[in-house]
T-cell receptor
Framework: GIQVEQSPPDLILQEGANSTLRCNFSDSVNNLQWFHQNPWGQLINLFYIPSGTKQNGRLSATTVATERYSLLYISSSQTTDSGVYFCAPSGAGSYQLTFGKGTKLSVIP | GAVVSQHPSRVICKSGTSVKIECRSLDFQATTMFWYRQFPKQSLMLMATSNEGSKATYEQGVEKDKFLINHASLTLSTLTVTSAHPEDSSFYIC?????????????FGEGSWLTVV
């Protein structure tokens, strides 16, 4: 199956700082999603981004499928951004996602 | 937009009893749903693929007799943890796919915290 590596595993930011989270994957994918898991466990879908770049407010994501990586940018971070960010790709025609180990983000005031 | 609902959000049960967790797709039909398990501070691990009208497909190492999955309708899949033991305590979460113009977006339920005492 698809292997997923996320970096860094842990990240501490001062409120207002920017950050970039990286996701490398081993095979061609037809779907890639970024999720934010809040402290209560809820998974929030941030981006569906098998390729290209998307932006949503302070967040943006870029996937370079040919080079098998995706980046999540967080600008002007806020304490509410804290949590774990997961990258999860899936193969062709599949709804089955493979999760990376996540990046635990802590934003401090 | 597409929403997946999971119930209960938290459950405490006694060792040896069974617990049922429901996963519903609220405004779309899902022929396939997925069940994941997440241990503290770890990633989500796929347990099984729930197929409407047929048997679930379990991942290697997941006991199908212990984790019973039923997908009786296009909007409901259930996970029953049978004869629960404390080591079954975990966070269980389901997902379903929503085909949209941009592709197959996956949505997750709210998750269920199971504590076996």
């Amino acid at each position: 199956g698809i292997q997923v590596e996320q970096s860094p595993p842990d990240l501490i930011l001062q409120e207002g700082a920017n950050s970039t989270l990286r996701c490398n994957f081993s095979d061609s994918v037809n779907n890639l999603q970024w999720f934010h898991q809040n402290p209560w466990g809820q998974l929030i879908n941030l981006f569906y981004i098998p390729s290209g770049t998307k932006q949503n407010g302070r967040l943006s994501a870029t996937t370079v499928a040919t080079e098998r990586y995706s980046l999540l940018y967080i600008s002007s971070s806020q304490t509410t951004d804290s949590g774990v960010y997961f990258c999860a790709p899936s193969g062709a025609g599949s709804y089955q996602l493979t999760f990376g180990k996540g990046t635990k983000l802590s934003v401090i005031p | 937009g597409a929403v997946v609902s999971q119930h209960p959000s938290r459950v405490i049960c006694k060792s040896g009893t069974s617990v049922k967790i429901e996963c519903r797709s609220l405004d779309f039909q899902a022929t396939t749903m997925f069940w994941y398990r997440q241990f503290p501070k770890q990633s989500l691990m796929l347990m099984a693929t729930s197929n409407e009208g047929s048997k679930a497909t379990y991942e290697q190492g997941v006991e199908k007799d212990k984790f019973l999955i039923n997908h009786a309708s296009l909007t409901l899949s259930t996970l029953t943890v049978t004869s629960a033991h404390p080591e079954d305590s975990s966070f269980y979460i389901c997902s379903a796919g929503w085909p949209s113009r941009s592709g197959n977006t996956i949505y997750f339920g709210e998750g269920s915290w199971l504590t076996v005492v």
